[in-house]
DNA sequence: TTTTGACTTTTGGTATACAATATGCCATAT
DNA sequence: ATATGGCATATTGTATACCAAAAGTCAAAA
């Protein structure tokens, strides 16, 4: 499971205008999410600066992103260790989570078009065909995309960056949780009255849906937290 | 006006503590928060490298930082420039601003203190006597902390980072508005309605009038924001 | 007036040096 | 054997010099 996903998509041909400190951020990123780095590790500069072949200046600037984006603690003196957040700083991120994304659906009932729609539906039915097959890593990817859908077809790139941030630190903590959990296919009935509401651009229902949606993945990953700490 | 507010509280024991690119990124911040560098502004390294005293290497990390906020632009081979929001932008900063502080004030009815009441009443009163003495600046700052205590009584560190964040980005806009706005006290009615749902602890009651607040707020920023582009 | 092209400035990135701090290890004392 | 103190080493924080590439500038030529 090296590439679980291209979380930050970077057309190769514009990959050259990136800085190299937001490219080293995007890997350290990619890196971090996919639990390639378990959280607690510490990151040694130098070690990295040879892993992947470039000096300390913008790894370092690379560091200080991701630490605003919380995915890693700068220690002074003492360097970064990624971020691992405990189970009531996952609770509260997930809360937040749920108010952008009531927020989001609110907005999408409005501003979203019906080929919109038609696809983020065409996604369901595929996430349905992943949780059919057992295929739990499709799973996540689709309902991972559906919920971007969302978040997109409310026009806000006010809130596409908070909620892309807020996602980012909660990605890999999610995606072990779908992994290991029993009843992991618990969204798909949520997710038909999500379709629903969004057919029927019921904003209040639909926000009220989405924010009751990620109370209940709270609830499924909280069983998975004891065990890590 | 040199000194507006001091928006990055900083224990002067603790100081010496802190990174220096964080300092930097501080002291930036605050110059761009309280307009000293205008929008639209290029930031040559060199030349605050000499204003600082500093070197290249924790200044372009502080940039790197202030950058991730939104508060300057890094444009490739071209270095930074503070960052000049829409008309559009802002009122949709503003908008994901109220349903945060709506949050807030849904949250903060549950875990709020009334020692934390009375704190934030004495605010308010304390700002209408500002309001009564025509004193904007101090208007302004009381109005600030009222709204970020009612965010710290809702006990969620993710809230509040997003908040500060955001307000951050808006905190110029704002304050240049107040100062302009021929009905700058405009919000003191409201603000009386907030007191009021935050005494009776109405959650529904108290979030709905915040999100209507900020919505107001973009109403009155509006009318100076034409001028400016 | 516009375009071309050389010159200058600025940024992006690398390498290196050095002080301050943290870490780890070893010898000593209990 | 374990705990403590102190030294050696490693790592971070900062400064500086250097170079290449891109952007900006400005004057001369068409």
Redesign the pocket.
């Known amino acids: 499971m090296s590439q679980i996903v291209e979380l930050t998509p970077k057309e190769n041909s514009d990959i050259n205008r990136l800085?190299?400190?937001e490219q080293i951020a995007n890997r350290l990123r990619d890196m971090i999410i996919q639990n390639q780095m378990s959280p607690g590790d510490r990151?040694?500069?130098?070690e990295i600066c040879k892993e992947l072949q470039?000096?300390?200046?913008?790894l370092r600037e690379a560091l200080h992103k991701l630490a605003s984006e919380c995915l890693i603690d700068?220690i002074?003196?003492?360097?970064a260790v990624i971020s691992s957040p405990s189970g009531d700083e996952i609770a509260d991120m997930l809360r937040v989570l749920g108010v952008l994304e009531a927020f989001a659906g609110e907005r999408a009932c409005e501003s979203i078009t019906e080929e919109e729609i038609a696809e983020i539906k065409a996604l369901h039915y595929e996430m349905l065909a992943a949780f059919s097959r057992g295929d739990r890593l499709q799973y996540f990817k689709l309902n991972q995309r559906i919920h971007l859908a969302l978040i997109k077809a409310a026009r806000s790139e006010t809130l596409l960056a908070l909620h892309s941030r807020l996602n980012a630190r909660l990605y890999r903590i999610r995606y072990q949780s779908n992994l290991k959990n029993e009843q992991w296919g618990g969204a798909v009935e949520e997710h038909d009255n999500i379709m629903a509401a969004l057919e029927e651009r019921d904003a209040e229902k639909l926000s009220r849906i989405l924010r009751r949606h990620l109370k209940s993945t709270w609830e499924k990953i909280s069983e998975h937290i004891e065990e890590k700490k």
Chains 1, 2 share one sequence.
């Open positions: 800085n190299l400190s990151i040694r500069e130098r470039v000096s300390r200046t913008p700068l002074p003196n003492c360097g």
